[in-house]
């Protein structure tokens, strides 16, 4: 069973930085490419950045790039994103999302961590 | 980027309605168009894969179509466990952009 595992929310001043984290098990992690969807309160889903299996090629928003960095770890099974000069409109609900067979679909996600960005 | 505009924003119908939800792209994606079900506080789950696709284990009564610009969610009989928002995707091209999403609720 395809599981993923976010963890590393939780309530940053603006400018600040945060680095989240995602814990993949129950299949082969480095044939997948992942990617990041956020929503914010009670609004729609926004997608935030993806990265391949192997790890070279990475997608950003315009609206984080420059800002956020994707990463993964593929002998820890790990995703990362990187969240620097954060802004009151990061504030989201972040998910981890798999990309199924041919980077077309968002086949698995985690159930989410919160970003909350305020003074 | 390609903008996907869904309608309607909410609906209301009664068990065993058909409900039908549209999803626009502001232009052509082929059928690089994904269906998703979300429900409160919930992380969404896919259900129509290639704008035609079951996704495994999704019930029957979800069925989607279209192609080019103009996709249709169809669920055939509705069931109470179907209250949720629905978003449609493209993944024709980067940035990936999602409908504003389709609130059903039940009567």
Redesign the interface.
């Known amino acids: 069973e395809v599981q993923l595992l976010e963890s590393g929310g939780g309530l940053v001043q603006p400018g600040g930085s945060l680095r989240i984290s995602c814990a993949a098990s129950g299949f082969t992690f480095s044939n997948f490419a992942l990617?990041w969807?956020r929503q914010a309160p009670g609004k729609?889903?926004?997608?935030v950045s993806?990265i391949v299996g192997s790890g070279s090629n990475t997608?950003y928003?315009?609206s984080v790039r420059g800002r956020f960095t994707i990463s993964r770890d593929n002998s820890k099974e790990t995703l990362h994103l990187q969240m620097n000069s954060l802004r009151a409109e990061d504030t989201a609900v972040y998910?981890c999302a798999r990309e199924?067979a041919g980077?077309?679909?968002?086949?698995?996600?985690?159930?989410?961590t919160l970003v909350t960005v305020s003074s | 980027d390609i903008q996907m505009t869904q309608s309607p924003s909410s609906l209301s119908a009664s068990v065993g309605d058909r409900v039908t939800i549209t999803c626009r792209a502001s232009q052509s994606i082929r059928t690089y168009l994904n269906w998703y079900q979300q429900k409160p506080g919930k992380a969404p789950k896919l259900l129509i894969y290639a704008a035609s696709s079951l996704q495994s284990g999704v019930p029957s009564r979800f069925t989607g179509s279209g192609s080019g610009t103009d996709f249709t969610l169809t669920i055939s009989s509705l069931q109470p466990e179907d209250s949720a928002t629905y978003f449609c995707q493209q993944s024709y091209n980067t940035p990936r952009t999602f409908g504003q999403g389709t609130k059903v609720e039940i009567k």
């Open positions: 990617t969807v729609g889903l926004e997608w993806t997608y928003a315009d998910y199924g980077m077309v679909r968002f086949d698995s996600w985690g159930q989410g």
